[in-house]
């Protein structure tokens, strides 16, 4: 209709009412333009919204992560206190020789750490960080989750030691069956238990497995090491809890 209308103008030669048509038939363009580029835009939105809140999802499962993680390794090092306590001085758990040799046994237990980065990873690998404007958050995010997956922390959270190999080879089979039958529990989500249990030998049998420990030249040493390790680890943990929190709030403010 509009094209029809210019076409009789230009034939009457009628400028004026040409060039309002052509006024027209560009706001009209510009218009449709603004609109879906506002549609876009909005859509955009939308997306972000949906991945911010995706890690805030990512954020919560870290902490909750660092919460059971530092209970378990809390238990782990207690544990390796009283294997170092016998091994230096001669004092036996409660007097029993049992809970000492099941003490070097459950300070070899880990439980390794890694932060939930699956929406980040998402955001970077599909092109899609710009839906996130603000380049603070974006840096805040990238900071965030390069320091919790470096190498360095890779290597502390993430170390199979090698007391853990030498106290098992030390064990007695059955001794190892027990333990994990009766003083581990195993749970939803990787949740891990240590537990206390009834002794599976005689005293004097369990002396002779913490006498077999003590025969070991390297084991006390792999021990000394492992639990310097889990200090750092505690240190390191707590740190990207408190990362994980402003991250957190940063998140919320953008929402």
């Given at each position: 209709?509009?094209?029809?209308?210019?076409?009789?103008?230009?034939?009457?030669?009628?400028?004026?009412?040409?060039?309002?048509?052509?006024?027209?038939?560009?706001?009209?363009?510009?218009?449709?333009?603004?609109?879906?580029?506002?549609?876009?835009?909005?859509?955009?939105?939308?997306?972000?919204?949906?991945?911010?809140?995706?890690?805030?999802?990512?954020?919560?499962?870290?902490?909750?992560?660092?919460?059971?993680?530092?209970?378990?390794?809390?238990?782990?090092?207690?544990?390796?206190?009283?294997?170092?306590?016998?091994?230096?001085d001669g004092t036996l758990v409660d007097g029993s020789a049992w809970k000492?040799?099941?003490?070097?046994?459950?300070?070899?237990?880990?439980?390794?750490?890694?932060?939930?980065?699956?929406?980040?990873?998402?955001?970077?690998?599909?092109g899609e960080l710009g839906l996130i404007r603000d380049q603070g958050l974006r840096g805040a995010l990238s900071t965030y989750y390069r320091e919790g997956n470096s190498a360095d922390t890779d290597y502390i959270l993430g170390m199979i030691p090698e007391y853990r190999k030498i106290v098992r080879g030390l064990t007695p089979s059955r001794v190892s069956r027990h333990i994990w039958a009766h003083c581990h529990r195993q749970e939803e989500y990787g949740n891990q238990q240590l537990l206390d249990c009834d002794a599976p030998v005689t005293e004097a049998e369990a002396q002779a497995v913490l006498d077999a420990y003590l025969r070991d030249p390297r084991l006390m040493e792999e021990l000394r090491f492992w639990m310097s390790n889990q200090a750092v680890a505690a240190k390191m943990i707590a740190a990207n809890r408190a990362a994980a929190q402003a991250m957190q709030s940063r998140l919320e403010a953008a929402q």
């Amino acid at each position: 209709m509009r094209l029809r209308r210019v076409i009789e103008h230009v034939r009457e030669q009628n400028w004026t009412a040409i060039g309002i048509d052509l006024v027209i038939v560009i706001v009209g363009v510009f218009i449709g333009i603004q609109v879906a580029n506002w549609n876009e835009t909005r859509l955009e939105d939308v997306r972000a919204q949906a991945y911010l809140a995706r890690l805030q999802d990512n954020l919560g499962t870290d902490l909750q992560s660092i919460d059971l993680r530092e209970a378990f390794w809390k238990k782990v090092a207690d544990y390796g206190d009283q294997a170092v306590a016998y091994a230096e001085d001669g004092t036996l758990v409660d007097g029993s020789a049992w809970k000492t040799a099941l003490a070097f046994y459950q300070a070899s237990q880990m439980w390794l750490y890694a932060s939930d980065d699956t929406t980040y990873q998402e955001l970077r690998s599909g092109g899609e960080l710009g839906l996130i404007r603000d380049q603070g958050l974006r840096g805040a995010l990238s900071t965030y989750y390069r320091e919790g997956n470096s190498a360095d922390t890779d290597y502390i959270l993430g170390m199979i030691p090698e007391y853990r190999k030498i106290v098992r080879g030390l064990t007695p089979s059955r001794v190892s069956r027990h333990i994990w039958a009766h003083c581990h529990r195993q749970e939803e989500y990787g949740n891990q238990q240590l537990l206390d249990c009834d002794a599976p030998v005689t005293e004097a049998e369990a002396q002779a497995v913490l006498d077999a420990y003590l025969r070991d030249p390297r084991l006390m040493e792999e021990l000394r090491f492992w639990m310097s390790n889990q200090a750092v680890a505690a240190k390191m943990i707590a740190a990207n809890r408190a990362a994980a929190q402003a991250m957190q709030s940063r998140l919320e403010a953008a929402q």
